[in-house]
């Protein structure tokens, strides 16, 4: 059963401490998306890759959060320092190509 | 700027009742879907539609591209289709699809028994 795995589903830390959440796409699939959900702003898109490359950062804020692909069965987000405005449900999406694509179950972070 | 707007904000059912919601986009589509998420967060794909009509049980959909809406048609609702239903599109913008969703604010759907 094909799924994009997060892990992990929950995470409980202090403000000012990193925070690393961990995405296993699809296999096969070449496209890479990391959502934040809140109540405030629904669903934004952080950042997105393609064949591991990045294309579009630029609903990170960039000053502490960072997104990697360090192989293709596998997309990192860190926070460093993590704030408590972070505080939200962080979502991995990938699909192939511009076709569809499929979310993780997500991870729940508070910064306390 | 690029738009997806969502119509209604909520909705309130009986069970049995059919429903209509509405999703109207700023651009032209090159992707578009309908996720439903449940009340334990998670998001499930309901349809990839970018043009024309699909239907997987009760649930329909269709795209009408040239018009910039998509409509999803729910019949005979059940309690457990209450959740958040989002529409996400790719957009082509200035003549180039980035190959990213932008969601829609989402029709909050509770169906009482």
């Known amino acids: 059963d094909a799924r994009v795995t997060q892990t992990p589903r929950h995470k409980v830390t202090e403000m000012g401490q990193e925070v690393t959440m961990r995405c296993q796409p699809i296999l096969g699939h070449n496209t890479v998306f990391w959502y934040r959900q809140t109540m405030m702003q629904g669903l934004e898109l952080l950042a997105y890759f393609r064949n591991r490359a990045p294309l579009d950062d630029s609903g990170m804020p960039k000053d502490r959060f960072s997104a990697e692909m360090p192989d293709a069965t596998l997309a990192t987000l860190k926070i460093q320092p993590s704030e408590p405005r972070d505080s939200a449900v962080y979502f991995c999406?990938?699909?192939?190509?511009?076709?569809?694509?499929?979310f993780g179950q997500g991870t729940r972070l508070t910064v306390v | 700027g690029i738009q997806v707007e969502q119509s209604p904000p909520d909705l309130i059912l009986q069970e049995g009742a059919n429903s209509t919601l509405r999703c109207n986009f700023s651009?032209?589509?090159?992707?578009l879907q309908w996720f439903h998420q449940n009340p334990w967060g998670q998001l499930i794909n309901l349809f990839y539609?970018?043009?024309g009509t699909k239907q997987n049980g009760r649930l329909s959909a269709t795209t009408v591209a040239t018009e910039r809406y998509s409509l999803l048609y729910i019949s005979s609702s059940q309690t457990t289709d209450s959740g958040v239903y989002f529409c996400?599109?790719?957009?082509?913008?200035?003549?180039?699809?980035?190959?990213?969703?932008?969601f829609g604010q989402g029709t909050i759907l509770t169906v009482h028994p």
């Open positions: 539609i970018p043009s």
């Open positions: 996400a599109v790719d957009l082509y913008a200035g003549g180039t699809s980035y190959g990213k969703l932008t």
């Open positions: 999406a990938s699909g192939l190509g511009r076709t569809e694509a499929f």
């Open positions: 651009d032209s589509v090159n992707n």
